[in-house]
T-cell receptor, first 115, second 112 residues
Framework: AQTVTQSQPEMSVQEAETVTLSCTYD???????LFWYKQPPSRQMILVIRQEAYKQQNATENRFSVNFQKAAKSFSLKISDSQLGDTAMYFC????????????FGSGTRLLVRP | EAQVTQNPRYLITVTGKKLTVTCSQNMNHEYMSWYRQDPGLGLRQIYY???????DKGDVPEGYKVSRKEKRNFPLILESPSPNQTSLYFC???????????FGPGTRLTVL
């Protein structure tokens, strides 16, 4: 069975600083995708960034980047120049390329950006 | 604007009173899915649909029904809601080109 683990329930960062959120996963499959979703107080689930497992190059989206270590099954999210609007719950998720395309989520990390 | 919409956003109902939560997407996605989010349990898949008239159970399908008569719509039906179905529900649709699922705004359901 596939699992996703986020070991940091809460994190805090000063505005304009950089923070890294950790995620590890377990799967025996070779073909999968990894995602980070953001859930602000509005409760909407917003895609932050995605990574294809077959690509070695780490994905980046503006201030957001990942460190994807396939052998270690690690997928951390780095937020640079943190902004107050980054305050949210962040979920790491894994999806397999089988018929269900089910997203398997971690338990989340609550990030607080301090002014 | 490309989006997934859900209605209602908030619903309080009583045990046993049938209800439907609608979901619609305007991105022509073939795959759609329903999740529920509960504290301590995270997000869990209820049902999914690969295309029109093709649906299948996810991890927690008990007490729910779905239908997919049109590509854009994927309603979630609770025929006899119970208090343990109090939850935050999300509909999602998947872009095949990027294997990415996009979520609706969520429906907060309370069953008394």
């Amino acid at each position: 069975a596939q699992t996703v683990t986020q070991s940091q329930p809460e994190m805090s960062v000063q505005e304009a600083e950089t923070v890294t959120l950790s995620c590890t996963y377990d799967t025996s499959e070779n073909n999968y995708y990894l995602f980070w979703y953001k859930q602000p107080p509005s409760r909407q689930m917003i895609l932050v960034i995605r990574q294809e497992a077959y690509k070695q190059q780490n994905a980046t989206e503006n201030r957001f980047s990942v460190n994807f270590q396939k052998a270690a099954k690690s997928f951390s999210l780095k937020i640079s120049d943190s902004q107050l609007g980054d305050t949210a719950m962040y979920f790491c998720a894994l999806t397999m390329m089988d018929s269900s395309y089910k997203l398997i989520f971690g338990s989340g990390t609550r990030l607080l950006v301090r002014p | 604007e490309a989006q997934v919409t859900q209605n209602p956003r908030y619903l309080i109902t009583v045990t046993g009173k049938k209800l439907t939560v609608t979901c619609s997407q305007n991105m022509n996605h073939e795959y759609m899915s329903w999740y529920r989010q509960d504290p301590g349990l995270g997000l869990r898949q209820i049902y999914y649909s690969m295309n029109v008239e093709v649906t299948d159970k996810g991890d927690v399908p008990e007490g729910y029904k779905v239908s997919r008569k049109e590509k854009r719509n994927f309603p979630l039906i609770l025929e006899s809601p119970s208090p343990n179905q109090t939850s935050l529900y999300f509909c999602a649709s998947r872009a095949a080109s990027t294997d990415t699922q996009y979520f609706g705004p969520g429906t907060r359901l309370t069953v008394l």
